[in-house]
């Protein structure tokens, strides 16, 4: 059985979504559907589905399905992308909402022509909240060794509503992201498997980043893992307050003023097109 969906494609810095608006609740299973939107061959392609929902607790609701069919807590590239969308619909002429994801309640606001900045809120530090066995006291977990087949990366580990693995390394450009991703993904040390940053710091003021997204595998931007980055990088004296993401997909800014305090994330929200495609399994 088929169905026609009305959809639009955006991204945040290269990562790129197919937006769907679920509102009206007349979507299908979202996770096979998500498979073939997200096909670059077959479908549209992308790296995340994202779907708009109303909310009893916030303006909305945002649900994120990964490449694979899976669902997430949070995607920081996303939400700057679902609140262009809302707003470029006129859904909402607010200069900032509410939009509740399994993560909690995030907050995007206008930050000028196709830029937004978003509360990220506080980084989550504790080793079973964000969830990793990699530590059993009650963090941070910095630069910790980690057993990836026959190699041994030093790991921090931070979650942003999602569990991120922060690898310093002395260039991404060179690093094996497609051999190490899976492996750091799929860790045992990480019961909710893990997205995987593999950084270089450039100055005191700037990172570079490349990520490996669990559920979709290399993307060219990560905004809550820019956001993991930064505070790993903080944490261990490696960069002031405020800092430059540079990936491979655009800039994303950041800054944390540590303890627990919130984190703050600006960067680029575009559309790229919008159509209907057809797809098996409505």
Same mark, same amino acid.
């Given at each position: 059985?088929?169905?026609?969906?009305?959809?639009?494609?955006?991204?945040?810095?290269?990562?790129?979504?197919?937006?769907?608006?679920?509102?009206?609740?007349?979507?299908?299973?979202?996770?096979?559907?998500?498979?073939?939107?997200?096909?670059?061959?077959?479908?549209?392609?992308?790296?995340?589905?994202?779907?708009?929902?109303?909310?009893?607790?916030?303006?909305?609701?945002?649900?994120?399905?990964?490449?694979?069919?899976?669902?997430?807590?949070?995607?920081?590239?996303?939400?700057?992308?679902?609140?262009?969308?809302?707003?470029?619909?006129?859904?909402?002429?607010?200069?900032?909402?509410?939009?509740?994801?399994? /993560?909690?309640?995030?907050?995007?606001?206008?930050?000028?022509?196709?830029?937004?900045?978003?509360?990220?809120?506080?980084?989550?530090?504790?080793?079973?909240?964000?969830?990793?066995?990699? /530590?059993?006291?009650?963090?941070?977990?910095?630069?910790?060794?980690?057993?990836?087949?026959?190699?041994?990366?030093? *790991?921090? /580990?931070?979650?942003?509503?999602?569990?991120?693995?922060?690898?310093?390394?002395?260039?991404?450009?060179?690093?094996?992201?497609?051999?190490?991703?899976?492996?750091?993904?799929?860790?045992?040390?990480?019961?909710?498997?893990?997205?995987?940053?593999?950084?270089?710091?450039?100055?005191?003021?700037?990172?570079?980043?490349?990520?490996?997204?669990?559920?979709?595998?290399?993307?060219?931007?990560?905004? /809550?893992?820019?956001?993991?980055?930064?505070?790993?990088?903080?944490?261990?004296?490696?960069?002031?307050?405020?800092?430059?993401?540079?990936?491979?997909?655009?800039?994303?800014?950041?800054?944390?003023?540590?303890?627990?305090?919130? *984190?703050?994330?600006?960067?680029?929200?575009?559309?790229?097109?919008?159509?209907?495609?057809?797809?098996?399994?409505?």
């Amino acid at each position: 059985m088929s169905c026609e969906l009305e959809f639009t494609k955006m991204h945040g810095a290269g990562n790129d979504f197919v937006v769907l608006d679920g509102r009206d609740g007349g979507l299908p299973p979202l996770e096979p559907i998500s498979r073939q939107l997200c096909d670059r061959h077959f479908g549209i392609g992308a790296d995340q589905v994202l779907v708009v929902r109303d909310s009893k607790a916030a303006d909305f609701r945002m649900e994120i399905y990964n490449a694979d069919g899976s669902q997430v807590e949070m995607c920081a590239n996303g939400i700057r992308a679902f609140y262009k969308y809302v707003r470029d619909r006129g859904l909402s002429s607010a200069d900032e909402i509410g939009v509740e994801t399994l /993560s909690g309640v995030v907050r995007p606001r206008w930050a000028g022509p196709d830029r937004v900045a978003v509360d990220m809120g506080r980084p989550v530090l504790e080793p079973a909240k964000i969830p990793t066995t990699l /530590s059993e006291g009650s963090g941070p977990v910095l630069d910790v060794p980690l057993q990836v087949g026959d190699e041994e990366l030093r *790991v921090s /580990s931070v979650s942003m509503g999602n569990p991120h693995a922060v690898i310093l390394v002395p260039d991404p450009d060179r690093a094996p992201v497609e051999r190490w991703g899976p492996l750091v993904e799929n860790h045992p040390m990480f019961p909710n498997r893990v997205n995987a940053e593999f950084v270089a710091v450039v100055g005191r003021d700037r990172v570079r980043q490349r990520t490996w997204e669990r559920g979709t595998g290399e993307t060219l931007a990560c905004g /809550s893992g820019a956001c993991a980055v930064v505070v790993v990088c903080i944490l261990r004296e490696l960069l002031g307050p405020a800092a430059t993401v540079e990936l491979r997909g655009g800039e994303l800014e950041v800054s944390w003023a540590g303890g627990d305090t919130h *984190v703050f994330m600006t960067g680029p929200a575009a559309e790229v097109f919008s159509g209907r495609i057809t797809v098996e399994g409505g």
